[in-house]
């Protein structure tokens, strides 16, 4: 079994999913497809935009001091008894989104897409997909956000379109289309193309022969996601246009999405072999990225005040830097994969890991640049079956730990719908249940091809990206609240007891530890620009740390397990007064040690 080191899907499962997958399946909502509507004809540069006065109002670098929550849509709340969740939806959950705090949000992908990949295969950058709803609850939606004070950011979803836009459509039928160039092709008269590798292709091949032009075309991801020409000035062109378009009706930035494979060589040199371990690094940081960077931000993000942030961009440190040092002019902040990664090798997850790599990115920005800190996204497992204890008497403790640790930390907080309740893995029982293409094409090569079932559906339970996917659990009636409808994928039947109505009334909950949390970031700034210093680096149990903003200090100790543990204090440190947060009540005992409860999550300042 070949292994896959994708950033997004750098679990197990997608590994065996790499190994496995069936080329481009599709998924039954491609009645959705739209066509872009104003690009008949090439791009013309558009005239940059005139700030609004709403983005002059933002202060510079506000997205340091916003903190992220990530919206899936599709899961959310849905509206009209479809079983999928929209735009209305959220529109009337926005009075939930202001009260847990969140500064931003990010919204996955709503465009026209035939939802191939959940929304990353767009068929049309300037219309949202029926199934979300209207450009006209859009609207409102973005209004109602602006009013409350939340900002939204969007996917730009750029390295690739889907094949149902109109660009490919006309790319595909001739070789003279003036789209051709939008897309790389290999004429099949110059023989097989050169090796590259696909991620979501059951043979791994990225070209796909298109017969009505006898030519291949290139798709790192589905063959349903043809990968746009950057070398092409007018793609670029329109890509510029599609964010004036978005910043133009007022959203406040992009989550730049696979970026870092944009920028590739048109001549398709000969490679060293690439496999799924290979794969993100040998395709990262091709030809002109930093060109292509420095021109969107030249050409467009100089004129607003928008933030963006890019999918793991850069292969260490030194290369993420690139992107985001502030003189170089070409993003906001990064986020790694590194940190969510740790653990995905689930036997050997060690918290040791987990301190060295966040240290380790913290410094790398220490004097410059900027990072985004999170623990879970729609590609990874909910982040307290992973990193924390999901069974019943530990659920709530490592919840809150986990919140603790990403709103103390360095570098502006993404948290992921649901972990703000501490939502569990879903606890799917057969393939049926299984809704990500890559799961249900793997399962069914698996079929074909015999394996083990068992550790198929082991591998399945901890690490499919469906697990984060399943509707977010408002209350305890039918389905959770979330639809009146049959969902488009299962409840987790833990709703019952875990879900947002019953939290918001009991102040122990998870749901207000995390606003106490996100409250006591945004009151005190040493939590946000504080230098951070990692404390007792190689204790396996407690993530200690210190941040410091000139005569302000604090301490976060975290005990990372389902035992009580003792934890010495360091020569030096003296706590000053109550703990500004604990998700115990008992208060910890003072003197020379900590004495922490099962996952005890402890923010006091220090003398
Ligand atoms: C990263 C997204 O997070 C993931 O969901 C998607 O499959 C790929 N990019 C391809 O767009
Ligand atoms: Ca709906």
């Known amino acids: 079994m070949s292994t896959l080191r994708l950033p997004f899907l750098s679990s197990p499962v997608f590994r065996l999913a790499a190994a496995l997958l069936l080329a481009g399946g599709t998924t039954a909502c491609n009645q959705n497809a739209k066509t872009e509507t104003n690009t008949t004809t090439t791009a013309k540069p558009e005239a940059a935009t005139r700030p609004t006065p709403a983005a002059l109002a933002k202060p510079a670098g506000w997205w340091k001091e916003t903190v992220v929550y990530q919206l899936y849509p599709r899961s959310f709340q849905d509206s009209n008894g479809d079983g999928v969740g929209d735009l209305k939806g959220i529109i009337s959950r926005l009075d939930y ?19 191939d990949d959940n929304g990353y295969d767009i068929s049309d950058y300037r219309q949202i997909m029926p199934e979300s709803g209207s450009m006209a609850d859009f609207d409102e939606l973005l209004k109602g956000m602006h009013a409350r004070g939340i900002k939204l ?9 889907s094949d149902e836009h109109a660009w490919f459509k006309s790319a595909r039928a001739s070789r003279t289309s003036p789209y051709r160039d939008y897309y790389y092709w290999w004429p099949a008269e110059k023989g097989t193309p050169p090796k590259r590798y696909s991620t979501f292709d059951v043979k791994h091949d990225a070209w796909q022969y298109d017969a009505p032009t006898k030519s291949y075309y290139l798709h790192y991801f589905s063959k349903k996601q043809p990968d746009l020409n950057w070398n092409n000035p007018k793609l670029r062109q ?101 940190g969510t990664g740790v653990g995905s090798d689930a036997d050997t997850y060690k918290l040791t890991d987990l301190k060295r790599v966040y240290t380790h990115w913290d410094s790398a920005f220490a004097q410059k640049g900027w990072q985004a800190i999170d623990l879970g996204n729609h590609d990874q497992p909910r982040m307290v079956s992973k990193f924390g204890d999901d069974r019943p008497a530990f659920r709530a403790p490592s919840a809150k730990l986990l919140n603790t640790f990403l709103l103390t930390m360095r570098g502006t907080p993404y948290c992921y719908n649901g972990d703000e309740l501490g939502m569990t893995n879903s606890q799917f029982t057969g393939i049926a249940d299984y809704r990500d ?32 996917r399943t509707p977010f659990q ?20 833990n709703y ?41 680096a190689t204790n ?62 402890v923010v006091v300042a220090l003398r």
């Open 97 to 115: 989104l202001k009260s847990l705090g969140v500064g931003t949000v990010w919204l996955n992908p709503i465009y026209a897409s035939p939802n």
């Open 153 to 161: 950011v969007m996917d730009l979803v750029v390295n690739h379109s």
């Open 238 to 338: 329109e890509v510029h246009n599609i964010m004036r378009y978005w910043l133009d009706k007022g959203i406040d930035g992009f989550r730049m999405d696979a970026f870092q494979f944009v920028a590739k060589d048109p001549a398709f040199p000969p490679m060293p072999p690439v496999t799924a371990s290979t794969f993100t690094n040998a395709y990262n940081h091709g030809p002109h990225l930093h060109d292509y960077l420095k021109e969107i931000n030249r050409e467009v993000l100089s004129h607003y005040n928008a933030m963006t942030v890019a999918e793991g961009a850069g292969r260490n440190t030194a290369e993420a830097m690139l992107f985001v040092d502030p003189a170089r002019k070409e993003l906001d902040m990064t986020y790694t994969f590194e």
């Open 437 to 468: 293409v890559a799961a249900r094409n793997a399962y069914a090569l698996l079929k074909q091809q015999g394996g083990d079932e068992k550790a198929f559906f082991h591998n399945l339970a901890r690490f499919s990206r469906d697990n984060s």
């Open 474 to 493: 408002w209350d305890a009636s039918a389905n959770a609240g979330f639809t009146t409808g049959t969902p488009w994928i299962k409840v987790n039947p």
């Open 496 to 536: 019952l007891t875990l879900n947002e109505a019953s939290q918001d009334k009991d102040s122990a909950s998870v749901l207000n530890h995390f606003r106490r949390a996100l409250a006591l970031r945004q009151q005190h700034k040493v939590l946000i620009h504080g230098q951070y210093q990692l404390l007792d």
């Open 540 to 601: 396996p149990n407690i993530y200690a740390y210190t941040r410091t903003l000139g005569s302000e200090k604090v301490l976060v100790v975290l005990n990372f397990s389902s035992v009580p543990r003792t934890w010495p204090l360091p020569a030096g440190l003296t706590p000053s007064g109550k703990p500004w947060l604990n998700n115990y009540p008992q208060a910890v005992p003072g003197g020379p040690a900590f004495a922490l409860q099962p996952w005890q999550a």
